[in-house]
Nanobody, 126 residues
């Protein structure tokens, strides 16, 4: 079992920054691949970024490349998503998800991830 708790609820203006945190408890989080998904109003849930268990491999959706950075702190059992130059289209509920397969690869498919947080809402105003 892995419990995930996101934080970083925010209402920010276009161009500003926000950092989301995903704190984990339960099974060894350091062996999990972790991803951030965004569910925007009227759209399907989409992976915006992911990081492998080692931290050496990362994935970014084209829409966030160069603006978002994913990282992890093994000592704190936490994964972060630093979001810079935010745009109104970044608005949505952001979910943290964990993959316990111990795969060395990084995945963007939601079906890969067994554990999910409750989500945190991000609103970017124009």
């Amino acid at each position: 079992q892995v419990q995930l708790v996101e934080s970083g609820v925010g209402l920010v203006q276009t161009g500003r920054s926000l950092r989301l945190s995903c704190a984990a408890s339960g099974r060894t989080f350091s062996s999990c691949g972790v991803a951030w998904f965004r569910h925007a109003p009227g759209k399907e849930r989409k992976c915006v970024s992911a990081i492998s268990q080692s931290g050496r491999s990362t994935y970014y959706a084209d829409s966030v490349k160069g603006r978002f950075t994913i990282s992890r702190d093994y000592g704190k059992n936490t994964v972060y998503l630093q979001m810079n130059s935010l745009k109104p289209e970044d608005t949505g509920v952001y979910y943290c998800a964990a993959d316990t397969s111990k795969s060395p690869f990084v995945y963007s498919s939601a079906s890969t991830y067994e554990y999910w947080g409750q989500g945190t809402k991000v609103t970017v105003s124009s």
